[in-house]
């Protein structure tokens, strides 16, 4: 390979690395807690950021996110929430009086 194949092989490697890191929020935006029913996952259980468009990303602290607990964003002003397809439970309450709610993507 030349030198320009190798640069452009390169350079969009770091474009799509930089596009996966900014397509999910920063995992110190949420505190976890073991899932008890899903071993080796977590369940988001508190959200500490203050975004209104929310992505959850798959992994946090490279383990599993399998659940979203009961009220953890109640009555926030989120517009828009990314749920990664490994969730498989959402707890109750968990958008209750989420108001500005529009969109919601599971998966």
Do not use: H
Request: hydrophobic share 40%.
């Amino acid at each position: 390979m030349n030198k320009r194949t190798v640069l452009m092989i390169i350079f969009m490697a770091v474009i799509a690395v930089i596009t996966n890191a900014q397509s999910y929020d920063s995992e110190s935006d949420f505190r976890i807690d073991w899932d008890k029913e899903v071993r080796g996952g977590v369940i988001i259980a508190e959200y500490l950021g203050s975004k209104e468009e929310i992505r959850i990303p798959p992994r946090i602290q490279n383990l599993p996110v399998t659940g979203i607990a009961a009220g953890i964003f109640k009555g926030k002003s989120i517009t828009s929430i990314t749920i990664p397809d490994n969730v498989t439970r959402i707890y109750e309450e968990a958008f209750s009086n989420c108001r500005s709610l529009t969109n919601v993507t599971i998966g």
